[in-house]
């Protein structure tokens, strides 16, 4: 494998709602900085039916060129076709670096492609760099181990290929009127020749919990003890009128959903306010809020890592502080309306 | 009669493990290995559609010898056969040479049984990354469907399979052909507690064990840590920030300094209270 004939930088630009994932903003946001770093092309990918119009967007958020594969037969995500057409322009054209969302159909379509090719993938990474001379990809992301990051490498492969965090990464202020390079392909591939058929799709109506979009998170953690205790942390979030957090430990003790999951293996958000009660602060949980504008920690160990974390702390039993929080916050509140 | 192969893994209890406070990292010695919880349903639902419609369930799993002990919790659930592959070259694998090695020991279990269908959990707790089931059922050919959340038809005469797809905001219906292989969600099903009759199976039970020598037509290059694209180069603690400044004072003079803290943005809590 000669390394020289692998370049550039691409981005699967995942779609949703008929436009481009926000998650696939915020990857050219880190691919433009590792192909610029480079010296290199930052390249989407994009396949679908109907799709032409979107390399509008993926242009204004920092790519120079875009492959397009828009035929009928991507009319659904499918493994198989989607993977096909994937290999095909990685055969063509040579990246030397392809990042995908981690979400499902990224990660779906990553592992798939990965194998076949053969080369190395990095899972949910959250933190990416390259190096310039070599253009070895940095994927780093947190470890099993503890409170470690790794960073993980793929020295004998190329193309070179991680999935990466929705929210952790920075999408770039959009350009109005930048555009690019499109280069259209085509693959001739028959219906009969994928074995998969999506029957139907179901939205389902009830609105599903999305505490990524929320101004203000109330987040509790094992240190509440129990589910009633964990009531606690839904009276603080009704009154300041925030959504309800949890880290993973109080989710597999079933005392909220997993909808609720800040962290590596839960949500990554970033709302303006994120109160972190009762929580120890592993970096798998940490990973998931640090963006966040106000980190404001209750817990009684002094010494919990949630404090490095933070950008305020108070060192105590969240039985005694939350409810007087409750109390003044109330207080406070209704003087605001009053005036 | 199906044959349905689940892929499990030994993990360590991430829930009982303890941190070493010293480095701030868990000592995995404290740690008891469990059968990896998703794997746990992956195993539930084989056990189920057997049930529904005939077969064997066999399940196969790469790791150190102690992790007989992880297919003797799938027999409890309902599992007829277990395959252990261990050896010392498969160590340090990724994901990539992971699913290669799983994939060389159900060639092998088809060649007594063929295979219908593989089940997967959706990830490993200490792996994390989901990839081994995808990368499993490319190497063998078969269609792979991730985020299985609920099987709704089996049909091996016609040679297809039903099942639905969790998306974000709800789910598909796809039809796939048999083989295949499914990544199941947490959700599909809950794995109730063991009947005795297959905790006494699952004692007395013991599991076929290979080596890599056993295997047929294994590229050893292909294998464990030299097999394996990705390495792990450095293991770092995340830079901290210079940390959160604590108040001072009673709690009651603490909440006041926090409120006025927060207070500042005052404009959050106006939108809401309006409404
Ligand atoms: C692969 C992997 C993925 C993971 N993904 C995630 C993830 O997505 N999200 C996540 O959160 N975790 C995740 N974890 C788990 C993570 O490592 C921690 O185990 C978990 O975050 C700890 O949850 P906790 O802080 O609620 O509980 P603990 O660590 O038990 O902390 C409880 C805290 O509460 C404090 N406390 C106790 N009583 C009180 C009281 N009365 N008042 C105030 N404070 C009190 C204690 O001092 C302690 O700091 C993952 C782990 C692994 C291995
Ligand atoms: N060592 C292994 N042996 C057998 N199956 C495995 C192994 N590792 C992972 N798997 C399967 O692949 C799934 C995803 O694991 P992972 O890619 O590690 O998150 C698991 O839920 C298992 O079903």
Redesign the interface.
Known sequence: MDFQDYQGVWVFIEKKDEAVASVSLELLGAGRKLADKRGVELAGILIGENVKHLTKTVFEYGADKVYVYDQPIFKHYRTESFMRALLDCTEKYKPEIILFGATSTGKDLASAVATDMPTGLTADTTELDVEEETGLLLASRPAFGGNIMATILCKKYRPQMATVRSKVMKALPPQPGRTGNIVEETISLKEEDIRTKVLEIVRETVKKVRIDEADIIVAGGKGLGSFEGFQLIHQLAETVGGAVGASRDVVEAGWIEHAHQVGQTGVTVTPKIYFAIGISGAIQHIVGMKNSGLIIAINKDKEAPIFQNCHYGIVGDAFEIVPILIEQFKNALSKEKVR | MLHIVACIKQVPD??IIK???K????D?RTAPAILNPYDAHAVEEAVRLKERYGGIVSVVTMGPPPAVNAIKTCIEIGADEGYLITDRRFAGA???AT?YAVTKAIEKIAKTRPVDLIICGK?SI??????V???I???LD??????VNKVEEINQEEGYA?VHR????????????LP?LFSVEKTINEVPYSPLPNMIKAARYKPHIWSVDDLEGVDIKQLGLKG???????????Q??A?????EGS??E???Q??S???E??E???V??EK
């Open positions: 991430t829930k941190m070493n406070p480095t701030n990292t868990m995995r990724d994901t990539l699913s990830m200490d792996g994390d990354t989901g990839q089931g995808p990368g059922a490319r190497r078969i269609p792979p469907l991730t985020s039903i969790k998306l974000e905001d709800g789910y598909e219906v796809v039809k796939s052909s295949c394996s694209p990705t390495i792990v180069s450095k293991v770092w603690a995340p901290k920030p940390g959160g400044t604590f108040f709690p009651r603490q909440v006041e926090l409120l803290v927060v207070l943005k005052r959050l809590f106006e809401k209270g």
